[in-house]
């Protein structure tokens, strides 16, 4: 309005250095430097968490069944007294483990299929967007349950009850996740296309490989890392949204969907049972957004759909 | 009589993250009756943002009025809340932006846009409301004003919507104009036809005009009086002739030469001068003069205090150590 | 407008098809003969199998089988659900109005909440409102659905015993008491998915918001002194709702999602519980209808809110 421009503040201070710049700005979105603690906290219990708390996910003890918290069971126990807290531990293992996985799996697809569509002018990019689109439009839910309904016996049968559908939930979830990356990376690709850096490493014969990995890759980092974490929320939440259903993982494995699933018909005399399976995906996935948030903050991205 | 509006001490201030930006920073400006008042500067010099205050159109927060006056029709607008601010906006007060292609909501028709103004401030009815739309719409002499009325912006050019503009800003006959940049980004035949309208409205209408500029053969053209803007202090004051045959303040000296000529023959041309550097940030501005470090007659007073706006002819105002220092220099020698 | 809408109609007919491609690829792709457990199915009469695979084509090269496939569905002719032994259309056109009622009322109360909230809080940035809604916003939607539905249940039905939190068809009451049965059994389910979808559409609503509210026609408007609730509503909202109007169209996948599992948490009889039912019950022909009739309801949301898009920027509908 008045032309109230500023240079950058940090340009003058002198030294310079950008990631000093990012952890500045994340440091500033409090909510985002918490939720990183305490998502790391998470990380930790579930990883080192069974050296600690070496208690079996399985023994059956009907007798101390539906207990609420106490000291020999923090967490309270199942109807089959099963101690909640060490299935949870298990079942947090899976649901990071499944997030993460299927992140790279949507981002690996995004960035692939955004960069050949940014870089290609012809066809190939119009239909790799017209593709996007559509992918954008299409139920995931009942096409998430539907691809598992058709190939779980299948791969059942190659990989084991368990990492069958590990790979099944992956590979689906990622595989419906990657197009705001795509969109994102696309978007990248078209303005950086242009500019003057990558006009000189053309001229001076940089093969399209070389401008890609080199030039342009590094400068879509930062969209693609916020929505990467994003993804990574909402991967947990599908797969828990699976298990809640009932067709998740198989009915042994305790994935914090899968507690919710049993636990959801007890809620009358064992409200524990939910609450703290709950609770932890809940804080997970906030905490995830939150640092995304805190990401976005930090990187500047706008934002792209 | 009266001054019309007179801005006293003016000071606007924006809170940014690395400080307090002063935009405006003790401006004075009075415009009288049915006058034409240039403001010149550069973008950033803060003649925008002194325009903006008088009616709170800045955004605040981030910005805020921190000190003067603004006195309209012997009234101190400042203590003014938006609510009676409202009373004055369009109906005492119009305002004409610098870009016509974003000023203009777009999914109204320019009809509504007009219209709402008068329905807002006059008592009609809105058939009332649409006759003196349309008798504006020919008034700024747009053809077929009673089709187009029912138009949106996006089928206007560029030029069209600066007169869609003007007409809204006349609609209810304010006493005073405030045009901010109005032919900026319009081209350069479009200009001259947008100044020509805006001086035929002033002669129709008797109100004065307050315009922002940064072009000084705008300045030439339409001016009576002149206020040079600089850092957002008031360098130079004076009437168009006085400015143009006299210029004392460095910074006005050069924004006149930095004025293409085309009246001179080839030997009697000089190169273009422009001004070196850039208009200074104004957060923790530093003592002095502001205009020093691009001066080509800096000496040391002029980083150690600061020069105030004086009176050095009749009409004529201006801020700078020179005039001291020559003024000194004359008196030695008459001693 | 008219032009516009038919030009948006035929825009989405290639979406649909291409939807149902991906659906048949995915049927085709499957391994083993989706019809294989037809065979061990002691209620499926051998010949009624015959006719299916007749009907299907299932010999046939691919691109037919589409055709046929295709062919089948556009003519309504969706198949026979053996598990509830009636036609699927007529099994699904049982379902969807529940569905459709809880996800209509839910996208209303999302509304509600989010334009007022969202606008509010856009108009006082960093405000101590404005904080507490992101907050919230931010909250809402990291909170998944069939926790929320827990929740409320151990909340409302549960520990204050407020609500019924099975949803039922035979309501045992008439008139006036039905109405209001009907309205209570629906309060949990609607809230959980309309609190789930006002989380992320306030957030769109205040962002767009703020994109617009610092324009420069908003500053035209307000030197007209128009007044700050004029300004907002007639200038700002007007102009900010053109982009949340594709934003929640796009969320429209994910609120089917949020559907079928309120369903499945409150047991309402739509089509969500059927799809989770169907694959339950291994009952293929419903399994692939449902998900079929959701892509179809993506795809007309995405319509409708393509013709409201149209209606609130004149510069689209008008070119």
Not at chain 1, 111 to 137: C, I, K, Y
Not at chain 2, 327 to 334: I, R, T
Not at chain 3, 137 to 166: C, E, H
Request: overall charge neutral; some cysteine.
């Amino acid at each position: 309005m008045a032309g109230l421009t500023l240079a950058s503040p940090s340009a003058e201070r002198g030294v310079y250095s950008p990631w000093r710049e990012t952890w500045r700005r994340f440091s500033r979105h409090k909510l985002a430097v918490v939720s990183a603690f305490l998502l790391l906290i998470l990380i930790l219990a579930v990883v080192i968490g069974p050296f600690i708390w070496r208690v079996s996910i399985n023994d059956i003890d009907i007798v101390a069944g539906m207990q609420g918290p106490s000291l020999a069971h923090p967490f309270g126990t199942d109807d089959l007294g099963q101690d909640i807290l060490a299935r949870m531990i298990y079942g947090g293992r899976i649901s990071l483990a499944v997030g993460l996985a299927a992140m790279l799996v949507s981002v690996f697809i995004g960035t692939l299929v955004g960069a050949l569509a940014g870089m290609s002018r012809g066809a190939l990019g119009h239909g790799l967007m017209w593709l996007t689109d559509l992918f954008l439009s299409l139920p995931q839910l009942p096409l998430l349950l539907l691809l598992i309904y058709l190939f779980r016996d299948g791969l059942k049968q190659v990989f084991g009850p368990e990492g069958g559908i590990f790979i099944l939930i992956v590979l689906v979830i990622g595989g419906l996740r990657w197009m705001p990356v795509a969109r994102l990376v696309r978007a990248q690709f078209l303005s950086i296309r242009e500019k003057e850096f990558v006009e000189a490493a053309r001229a001076l014969g940089a093969s399209p490989v070389r401008q890609v990995v080199k030039h342009i890759l590094p400068n879509a980092l930062g969209p693609v890392i916020i929505a990467g974490t994003i993804d990574v929320a909402a991967a947990i939440i599908a797969e828990s949204t699976l298990s809640f259903l009932g067709l998740g993982f198989p009915p042994d494995t305790p994935t914090w969907g899968r507690l919710l699933y049993d636990a959801k018909d007890f809620l009358d005399i064992g409200p524990h049972w939910a609450l703290f399976p709950g609770g932890a995906i809940f804080i997970t996935v906030v905490a995830i957004n939150f640092i995304g948030d805190g990401l976005r903050d930090a990187l500047d991205a706008r934002r792209v759909i | 009589m009266a001054p019309l509006l007179e801005i006293k001490g003016l000071k606007t201030h924006f809170s940014t993250d690395d400080g307090i930006l002063q935009a405006v920073d003790g401006v004075d400006i009075t415009i009288n009756r049915g006058e034409t008042l240039c403001v010149v500067g550069e973008s950033g010099c803060g003649k925008t943002v002194t325009a903006m205050s008088i009616l709170k159109l800045i955004a605040m927060p981030p910005g805020r009025i921190a000190a003067g006056e603004i006195i309209f029709e012997g009234r101190d607008l400042v203590p003014l809340t938006s609510n009676q601010l409202d009373e004055i906006r369009a109906k005492e007060i119009g305002f004409i932006f610098q870009e016509p292609m974003t000023s203009l909501n777009p999914v109204l028709t320019v009809g509504e846009q007009i219209a709402e103004s008068l329905r807002r401030h006059e008592n009609v009815t809105r058939k009332q409301a649409l006759e003196r739309t349309i008798e504006m719409l020919k008034l700024v002499q747009i053809p077929n004003a009673e089709g187009r009325v029912h138009n949106y912006p996006h089928q206007f050019s560029g030029g069209m919507r600066q007169r869609v503009m003007i007409a809204m800003a006349l609609a209810c006959k304010p006493k005073l104009i405030i045009a901010d940049e109005p032919t900026t980004a319009l081209d350069v035949t479009i200009q001259a036809q947008i100044l020509d309208l805006l001086q035929d409205m002033k002669e129709r209408f008797g109100m004065a005009v307050m315009l922002i500029t940064h072009a000084m053969g705008v300045v030439a053209e339409t001016a009576q009086r002149v206020v040079v803007m600089y850092a957002g202090k008031v360098v130079e004051e004076a009437d168009v002739d006085a400015l143009f045959a006299d210029p004392r303040h460095p910074y006005t000296q050069g924004l006149i030469r930095s004025i293409p000529r085309i009246d001179l023959d080839s030997e009697h041309k000089t190169r273009l001068e422009a001004i070196g550097g850039s208009v200074p940030i104004l957060i923790n501005p530093p003592v002095g003069c502001r205009f020093a470090p691009r001066c080509k007659f800096a000496m040391d007073v002029c980083t150690e205090k600061e020069p105030l706006l004086r009176q050095i002819a009749p009409g004529h105002r201006m801020a700078c150590h020179l005039g001291d220092v020559q003024l000194g220099d004359a008196a030695g020698a008459l001693a | 407008m008219s032009q516009y809408v038919l030009r948006r109609l035929m825009i989405a007919i290639p979406s649909l098809l291409g939807i149902s491609l991906v659906l048949f690829v995915v049927l085709a792709l499957a391994p083993g003969d989706p019809f294989s457990e037809l065979a061990t199915n002691p209620n499926v009469p051998p010949e009624v199998q015959q006719a299916l695979r007749a009907r299907f084509g299932l010999d046939d090269p691919i691109y037919l089988r589409y055709l046929h496939w295709l062919n089948a569905m556009l003519h309504g002719d969706w198949g026979f659900s053996f598990v509830s032994r009636m036609n699927v259309d007529t099994l699904i056109l049982q379902r969807l109005p529940a569905t459709l009622y809880v996800i209509g009322s839910a996208q209303i109360l999302a509304l509600l909440i989010a334009i007022p909230v969202g606008v509010y809080a856009a108009t006082k940035p960093y405000s101590l409102f404005d904080q507490i809604a992101n907050t919230l916003a931010f909250v809402g939607f990291s909170l998944p659905t069939f926790f929320t539905g827990i929740l409320f249940i151990l909340i409302f039905s549960v520990t204050l015993d407020w609500l019924p939190f099975v949803y039922t068809t035979d309501i045992k009451a008439t008139g006036i008491h039905y109405v209001l049965e009907m309205i209570r059994q629906a309060i949990m389910p609607v809230a959980v998915l309309g609190l789930f979808q006002a989380a992320s559409m306030t957030r769109f609503v205040r962002s767009a918001m703020l994109d617009v509210i610092r324009l420069d026609y908003v500053t035209t408007a307000r030197a007209k002194g128009l007044g700050q609730a004029n300004v907002i509503v007639k200038h700002v909202m007007r102009n900010a709702m053109i982009p949340v109007v594709t934003l929640i169209a796009l969320q429209m996948p994910a609120v089917f999602g949020g559907a079928i599992v309120t369903e499945q948490i409150f047991r309402i009889p739509g089509i969500g519980s059927l799809l989770i039912s169907s694959i339950l019950s291994n009952d293929t022909p419903v399994v692939m209808a449902v998900t079929f009739v959701f892509a179809c309801l993506v795809v007309l949301f995405n319509l409708i809110a393509d013709v409201l898009y149209g209606w609130l920027d004149p510069r689209i509908s008008l070119r």
